[in-house]
């Protein structure tokens, strides 16, 4: 039979079933919330492949349906254009809730919505777990950690988080968002996974949502100069996407709730990360400086040592592997099939 004919077999929950299906063997039903965005869509891809049915919840706020596209007619796959700020009624076994903005520039265009999708959305996804019994993974963030005073941040770290700022609708929202996960889980046994995300990168990002290295790649292929903000000592580190979805897969699979910090602890300036684009697009490229953003932290550095040693996961793409990865993609979307895109 094909995995589809076989999911046939699997028990439907009942609203109120309190077996974790989660922890079932075999193909499983699974809701990607954000997954027509650049994450969700590479995580999507790999529970396809591995032979789960999917459905994808995304108002495509950030999202793409090109980015899911290839999965339309594959009969275990679905996209549901839905605001998980409304409450959603589905029968399924896991959930990898990712739906929010994750670039400054989209979650700052409207906080109060920001806000809203991670906390009434998030509720909502846990109400939506505890009924039917499924596991429950949260896309949080190193943003928890705001303008951080230990480094490398460590999951015990609290942070530094500034509450009334224009970047809080999202640290804040992921801080709440993670003490709702804790909540449900210790209240209402939802079984629970939290990762804190550090800056990721790859093909599929939005060419312009103004995240820095896709400002830096658009920019270098393009013939304009880069972008630094403020004095480009401020670090940040960057995982390729295919890393950032072995460790979420790793973290729903096991017995861990965490939070786990996914990232690549390989640390860069902005400017050091403007040479390596340069190096890898265009040697004459050149830069600009520009006034930073408020709140910008200066540094960030995941210490990954308790996924390394409870998930078995550490990062095997450095940035000069995964750029070009991601650089080709870009190229294809700015230039078409015109000769740049071919360079
Ligand atoms: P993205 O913006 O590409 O994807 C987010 C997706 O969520 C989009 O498809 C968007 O349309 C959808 N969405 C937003 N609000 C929604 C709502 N109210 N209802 C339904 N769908 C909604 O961002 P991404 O980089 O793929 O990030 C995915 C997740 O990972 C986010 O939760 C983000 O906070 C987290 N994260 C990402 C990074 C990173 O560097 N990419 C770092 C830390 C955390
Ligand atoms: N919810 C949902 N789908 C479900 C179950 C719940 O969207 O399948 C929403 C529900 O509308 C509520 C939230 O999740 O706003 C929290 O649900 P819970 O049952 O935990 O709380 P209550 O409804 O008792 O406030
Ligand atoms: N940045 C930059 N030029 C840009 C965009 C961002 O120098 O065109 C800087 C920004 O000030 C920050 C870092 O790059 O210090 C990372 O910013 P991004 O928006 O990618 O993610 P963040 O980690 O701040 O969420």
Redesign the pocket.
Known sequence: TTPYGKLQNVRITSPGAKIPLGLKPGPKRIVVTGGAGFVGSHLVDRLIERGDSVIVVDNLFTGRKENVMHHFGNPRFELIRHDVV?????EVDQIYHLACPASPVHYKFNPVKTIKTNV?GT??????A???GARFLLTSTSEVYGDPLQHPQVETYWGNVNPIGVRSCYDEGKRTAETLAMD?HRG?NVEVRIARIFNTYGPRMCIDDGRVVSNFVAQALRKEPMTVYGDGKQTRSFQYVSDLVEGLMRLMEGEHVGPFNLGNPGEFTMLELAEVVKEVIDPTATIEYKPNTQDDPHKRKPDITKAKNLLGWEPKISLRQGLPLMVSDFRKRIFGNSKQALR
């Open positions: 409304e409450p959603l009624l589905l009434v509720l909502n996804m846990l109400g939506l505890k009924r039917v449900y209402a």
